[in-house]
């Protein structure tokens, strides 16, 4: 059974452009979740998606979206990148809603912004 | 406010020594407990997952425990071993209903096992 994959693993950018960040959830996984990873802040959830509906926003600049198609696999778009937005970038499925159930991470996408 | 806060910060341990993490949480109503690992650059992966009437999980070397009443986890490492190196994150489950449960993070606890 394959596992949660995100592409790209990793992603050079620079200040003012957007970027599109792409989640594959295990097969038959209905939700999709999107958190930050810094040093200094840990883990910052984003956003979850729950069969192509935003059940869930954390405290997050509009810049930062997203979307899930009727397959499941979700999208993160970062728009107007800035330095701050560094960081590793992870997403999770599970089954059902995320504070519910197993939820599984993928590898995550370490995006830098120069 | 709902939080969650584990300690120590880092730990340095000899390889075969046990250790124990610990994990104090603010959030309510409480859903559930995670524990994750997760190697440096990698995506977190789940040890443990505990309910409200758990109060002590295994996962081999691993043993998770909650006291819901004072709001405490631990996670204790038997036999330590260099593979464990690692940061350790606590994961508090607000129940909100069927399904917006809100989650709480704290910042880890980075375990490092020398030789």
């Known amino acids: 059974k394959a596992g949660v994959t995100q592409t790209p693993r990793y992603l050079i950018k620079t200040r003012g452009q957007q970027v599109t960040l792409s989640c594959s959830p295990i097969s038959g996984h209905r939700s999709v979740s999107w958190y930050q990873q810094t040093p200094g802040q840990g883990l910052q959830f984003l956003f979850e998606y729950f069969s192509e509906t935003q059940r869930n926003k954390g405290n997050f600049p509009g810049r930062f979206s997203g979307r899930q198609f009727s397959n499941s696999r979700s999208e993160m778009n970062v728009s107007t990148l800035e330095l701050g937005d560094s960081a590793l970038y992870l997403c999770a499925s599970s089954w059902d809603a995320f504070g519910n159930t197993e939820a599984f991470f993928g590898q995550g996408t370490r995006l830098t912004v120069v | 406010k709902n939080q969650v806060e584990q300690s120590p910060q880092s730990l340095i341990i000899l390889e075969g020594k046990n250790c124990t993490l610990q994990?104090?949480?603010?959030?309510?109503?409480?859903?559930?407990l995670r524990w994750y690992k997760q190697d440096t650059g990698r995506g977190p992966v789940s040890l443990t997952i505990?309910?409200?009437?758990?109060n002590t999980k295994s996962n081999g070397r691993y043993t998770a425990t909650l006291d819901a009443d004072t709001k405490q986890s631990s996670l204790h490492i038997t036999a330590s071993q260099l593979s464990d190196s690692a940061s350790y994150i606590c994961v508090v489950s607000q129940d909100r209903g069927s399904t917006l449960g809100r989650l709480y993070f704290g910042r880890g606890t980075q375990l490092t096992v020398w030789p």
């Open positions: 505990m309910t409200f009437s758990e």
């Open positions: 994990c104090n949480y603010t959030v309510s109503p409480f859903s559930n």
